[in-house]
């Protein structure tokens, strides 16, 4: 029977349509809670700055004096630090020494940077054209009360933790971690762990690969070890890790052949079939089951099909699974330094490198070519899209460029 592969954004919102949302939840130190996803939309209780205060080292004056007088010598009343306010109000024709973050004392709405002053003992003259407010923080500057700090389904990181803090939260409510067990199948494959080798025998690179790709703090991940080909056994394994977990990623035997039971097993357990191709190279023979709101994702066995379609399509889903917003990998458009010819009917992906030369970046195709070439993972920046429709590239062409976290900041 011939099957019509699924575009990958199709296979995303077909798939993101039949989540249901995650509502589990637990409490953490905000220092604990990077990578983990909100459980609920935090508002901000105060503002910040609650106070104005110095951008910054300087001194502080009222500007209409300097406005009727530019030549005017202002008497240096005190000295403000963060900290330690100067806790008098300054007179017009008075100056206030202050340091960064200190409080802006009353009577003072303009700060000048000391090396645009002229200080002679206790007295300071401004050397520059002075604007009104200048090099102050404003009330409620970084965030006003009532403001949304951190939405409801954000992937937290560090920044996050920052904001949080400064808005005077300690603990906050996230949600629980997503179970996922991985699988690889094959009665080729041995653990790298294994001291003897047979001919015919190859390590296994998929489950080691995915337990690494996917080691993120809002999953809890499981190695349910390598399966042989056969269908009862598999689908007895599919089953158990149904069982304990949220999802179950397998990889190998998701073709037609002989040997590939993966789709046969999804039905077993139960499974409606969702996805069972897609349109893409590498990555075409991978087939998707849900059972209630569990899912099931056999990817091919290549490694390097394995690892592209983990990074386009299960990544994003296993965090909208894990209670998070939607968040679809970031691609930027990069011209192609390359020349390509494809078949058109399904888009490509290939490993590129990112080249810097004086007139800009372009993209260069890393490695060689197969789903199956592992070495063509390292050492790229990240992966190029050729779309379907396309059969040839030139040089020049802007393309989409899905970038790995190592060129990311």
């Known amino acids: 029977m011939s099957i019509t592969p699924t575009k990958l954004e199709i296979a995303r919102d077909l798939l993101k349509k039949s989540i249901v949302e995650k509502d589990k939840k637990t409490q953490s130190l905000i220092h604990k809670a990077q990578e983990r996803i909100n459980y609920k939309t935090i508002k901000s209780r105060l503002n910040l700055p609650s106070t104005a205060n110095s951008a910054v080292d300087g001194y502080g004056i009222l500007h209409q004096t300097f406005l009727n007088n530019p030549e005017t010598e202002f008497e240096i009343a005190g000295i403000a630090k ?9 007179l017009p024709h008075q100056a206030i020494e202050i340091y960064t973050g200190a409080i802006m004392p009353e009577g003072v709405d303009t700060i000048v940077m000391h090396e645009k002053c002229k200080r002679s003992n206790n007295r300071v003259i401004i050397n520059e054209k002075v604007k009104q407010n200048q090099n102050m923080r404003p ?91 056969n269908r009862n056994e598999l689908a007895r394994k599919f089953a158990d890790a149904l069982s304990k977990n949220d999802v179950v990623i397998s990889s190998g035997g998701a073709s037609d052949g002989i040997e590939d039971h993966t789709q046969n097993a ?41 690892f592209v379609c983990s990074k386009l399509l299960i990544k994003p889903l296993l965090i909208k699974l894990a209670g998070g917003v939607d968040l679809e990998p970031l691609v930027v458009k990069i011209p192609s330094g390359f020349e390509h010819r494809k078949r058109k009917g399904r888009a490509e992906y290939l490993r590129a490198k990112i080249i810097s030369k004086d007139n800009g970046d372009f993209l260069k195709i890393h490695g060689r070519k197969g789903a199956g070439v592992i070495s063509s993972l390292t050492g790229a920046d990240g992966i190029v899209e050729i779309p379907m429709d396309y059969e040839t590239v030139k040089v020049g062409e802007l393309l989409k460029f899905y970038p790995f976290e190592h060129r990311c900041l």
Not at 82 to 90: L, T
């Open 82 to 90: 963060a900290g330690h306010p100067y806790k008098k109000k300054i």
């Open 139 to 229: 009330i409620g500057e970084n965030l006003k009360r009532g403001e949304v700090v951190v939405k409801k389904g954000k992937l937290l990181n560090a920044a996050d933790i920052g904001q949080l803090a400064a808005s005077g939260n300690n603990e906050i409510d996230i949600y629980e971690k997503l179970n996922v067990s991985v699988i690889s199948t094959g009665d080729e494959l041995i653990s790298s762990k294994a001291n003897k080798r047979l001919r015919g025998q190859i390590y296994d690179s998929n489950k080691p690969m995915l337990l690494s790709l996917l080691d993120h703090k809002f999953l809890n991940i499981h190695d349910f070890g390598i399966v042989k080909d």
């Open 266 to 306: 999804i039905r077993d357990v139960g499974a409606e079939c969702l996805v069972w191709q897609l349109a893409m190279k590498p990555g075409k023979p991978m087939a998707i089951g849900r059972k209630k709101n569990k899912f099931i994702f056999c990817l091919p066995g290549n490694p390097v099909a394995a």
